[in-house]
Nanobody, 121 residues
Framework: QVQLMESGGGLVQAGGSLRLSCAAS????????MGWYRQAPGAQRELVAT???????NYADSVKGRFTVSGDNTKKMVFLQMNSLNPEDTAVYYC???????????????WGQGTPVTVSS
């Protein structure tokens, strides 16, 4: 079984910063990519940022220049440093991993439970 455990969400004022962390655990052979998605009330889940095992990153246009995704392959962790937060960033943030549980398994998607981020104006 694979688990993704997020931490670091909370309430912050506009202009402030938060750092999210996510740790993958369980039976994992390899991780292709980890990252963050978010879902605001009444909206669809959307990409925030991802990082591959090789260190390639991808960001949503709305967070470029404000958010930084990083990873630790040995610890199977991904982080999201969020700066200059604004109320539009308010959402539940979900950790995502695309990984293989065994050498012959296909890559599959796994999700964390989500951590809420609220930015007050």
């Amino acid at each position: 079984q694979v688990q993704l455990m997020e931490s670091g969400g909370g309430l912050v004022q506009a202009g402030g910063s938060l750092r999210l962390s996510c740790a993958a655990s369980g039976s994992i052979f390899s991780i292709n990519r980890m990252g963050w998605y978010r879902q605001a009330p009444g909206a669809q889940r959307e990409l925030v940022a991802t990082i591959t095992s090789g260190g390639n990153t991808n960001y949503a246009d709305s967070v470029k220049g404000r958010f930084t995704v990083s990873g630790d392959n040995t610890k199977k962790m991904v982080f999201l440093q969020m700066n200059s937060l604004n109320p539009e960033d308010t959402a539940v943030y979900y950790c995502h991993a695309k990984l293989r549980r065994a050498i012959l398994d296909p890559s599959s998607d796994y999700w964390g439970q989500g951590t809420p981020v609220t930015v007050s104006s």
